[in-house]
T-cell receptor
Framework: KAGVTQTPRYLIKTRGQQVTLSCSPISGHRSVSWYQQTPGQGLQFLFEYFSETQRNKGNFPGRFSGRQFSNSRSEMNVSTLELGDSALYLC??????????????FGPGTRLTVL | AQKVTQAQTEISVVEKEDVTLDCVYETRDTTYYLFWYKQPPSGELVFLIRRNSFDEQNEISGRYSWNFQKSTSSFNFTITASQVVDSAVYFCALSEAVNFNKFYFGSGTKLNVKP
């Protein structure tokens, strides 16, 4: 079974630009979550999508947005990039059926560098 | 508020030594879930264990063991007879019953196992 895939793996952008990152969950998984990892703030939850609807949201500005498609693939978008947006963006997927037994599987991440 | 503290930023041991990674958490919920993930240099978070708040049984899996104590809000992770391949950053995480896939991560402990 293929794992969670994220594209692209590396990205370099300049301030003010926008960027779109993609995540393909494990087949059959309906929940996709996004996390930002930086040396200063660590791993922070961005948002979760389930059945094409945002189910949870972290404390990030509106420049960070996402969506999920009917095949459960998800994209996140960051507009008006700032230097502080440089980070590893991780995507995780889960079946999201039984909380007591569910498990999130993480992708390899997209390394975004903002110059 | 939910919070996970991993006070040990970095630990260095020599191969075959035992090492314990500490994790202390805060939550007001009575039902919650605790996790440990391993992040090798490649960046992908690898799931190690999930523990439900109502199950305080300790667990052993090969060289890995976990000690969950609700009385001290701790969920510590011990590696017995460490190996060089155990070198990675280890994260402890907390989620709550309502927003199960919204993880609160600790800051991570970098483990260096030297030959």
């Amino acid at each position: 079974k293929a794992g969670v895939t994220q594209t692209p793996r590396y990205l370099i952008k300049t301030r003010g630009q926008q960027v779109t990152l993609s995540c393909s969950p494990i087949s059959g998984h309906r929940s996709v979550s996004w996390y930002q990892q930086t040396p200063g703030q660590g791993l922070q939850f961005l948002f979760e999508y389930f059945s094409e609807t945002q189910r949870n949201k972290g404390n990030f500005p509106g420049r960070f947005s996402g969506r999920q498609f009917s095949n459960s693939r998800s994209e996140m978008n960051v507009s008006t990039l700032e230097l502080g947006d440089s980070a590893l963006y991780l995507c995780a997927s889960s079946l999201s059926r039984d909380r007591g037994l569910d498990e999130q599987f993480f992708g390899p991440g997209t390394r975004l560098t903002v110059l | 508020a939910q919070k996970v503290t991993q006070a040990q930023t970095e630990i260095s041991v020599v191969e075959k030594e035992d090492v314990t990674l500490d994790c202390v958490y805060e939550t007001r919920d009575t039902t919650y879930y605790l996790f440990w993930y391993k992040q090798p240099p490649s960046g992908e978070l690898v799931f190690l264990i999930r523990r439900n708040s109502f199950d305080e049984q300790n667990e052993i899996s090969g060289r890995y063991s976990w000690n969950f104590q609700k009385s001290t809000s701790s969920f510590n992770f011990t590696i017995t007879a460490s190996q060089v391949v155990d070198s990675a950053v280890y994260f402890c995480a907390l989620s709550e019953a309502v927003n199960f896939n919204k993880f609160y991560f600790g800051s991570g402990t970098k483990l260096n196992v030297k030959p």
